[in-house]
């Protein structure tokens, strides 16, 4: 095709580095998608068993230290050595008398189930689902590198050109031309239309000359230009190429500016 008047690419530019890597190593994409996929398992790793699960499991070592009784509730004889705070609270609770109206008032308001309280664990029901997602994450993790009978391979279709950019956007000056005359929707159908009609034409030994017709391809040859010609329209082939040289040529700009 004719070099254009806008030099704008039609995909974007880590696209076209993506096709000419791909180009020069099928696997390229691949490799790369692997290569980023465990540095981000390996930051995941070290976040979940440094951070995140320690913090979690914090809170289970202080649970378990303020169930312990105090020294002060043994030496008063309110527990024995081997009871638990949960226990005698249970035991002090019978002995406290029951609030007022008035301090039932002055409380402050708890739904139920609008908060979670902490366990015996010292956890609530949603730090409890998160550390469970936790442990099975590192399970999952582990499982996918340290297994060399059976390497992990990443989704054909993820390790692969966005599904918008995967096929190919260079169009031929003809059905550009026809989207500029018909619409983009409209265009690109008659093009392809013309397409199927080309290509059962060359089944049957046709071939589309410079001029739309068709012709048998015994009878045309090949000119400079890179179209078919039959030996007596040569002249006629170099003139209207010769005027095609000085036709506006289809571009958005001038397409927008004769539109407006």
């Given at each position: ?17 993506m ?14 998608f692997?290569r ?17 699960i ?12 303020a169930?312990?009784p ?56 949603a ?10 994450e ?6 996918r590198?340290?297994d ?9 279709d ?16 003809e ?5 500029f ?9 008659t ?17 589309r ?5 068709y ?15 039959r ?11 010769r005027?095609?040289a ?12 004769n539109?407006?």
């Amino acid at each position: 095709p004719r070099e254009r008047q806008r030099q704008v690419p039609l995909e974007p530019w880590s696209v076209i580095a993506m096709r000419e890597n791909l180009l020069d190593n099928p696997d390229w994409l691949r490799d790369e998608f692997k290569r980023f996929t465990k540095l981000a398992d390996d930051s995941r790793l070290v976040e979940l068993q440094t951070v995140l699960i320690p913090a979690l499991l914090q809170k289970t070592k202080a649970a378990a230290f303020a169930t312990m009784p105090s020294e002060t509730e043994i030496a008063r004889g309110s527990v024995a050595l081997g009871d638990s705070v949960e226990g005698s609270e249970k035991k002090n609770s019978e002995e406290k008398p029951k609030p007022t109206e008035e301090i039932r008032r002055n409380q402050t308001f708890q739904r139920d189930g609008a908060h979670q309280l902490a366990g015996s664990d010292g956890l609530t029901d949603a730090e409890r689902r998160r550390l469970r997602s936790y442990e099975a994450e590192i399970q999952s993790i582990e499982s996918r590198w340290n297994d060399p009978s059976n390497p992990w391979e990443p989704d054909p279709d993820d390790a692969a050109i966005p599904i918008l950019w995967r096929n190919s956007l260079v169009k031929s000056e003809e059905e550009m031309s026809l989207r500029f005359k018909l619409g983009a929707e409209e265009g690109t159908e008659t093009y392809n239309l013309f397409m199927d009609i080309k290509e059962g034409f060359e089944k049957g030994g046709y071939v589309r000359c410079w001029n739309g017709k068709y012709f048998k391809k015994d009878e045309c040859f090949l000119t400079e230009r890179g179209t078919w010609c039959r030996a007596k329209d040569v002249d006629k082939e170099a003139s209207h190429a010769r005027k095609a040289a000085f036709r506006p040529k289809d571009t958005w700009i001038g397409y927008h500016r004769n539109t407006l």
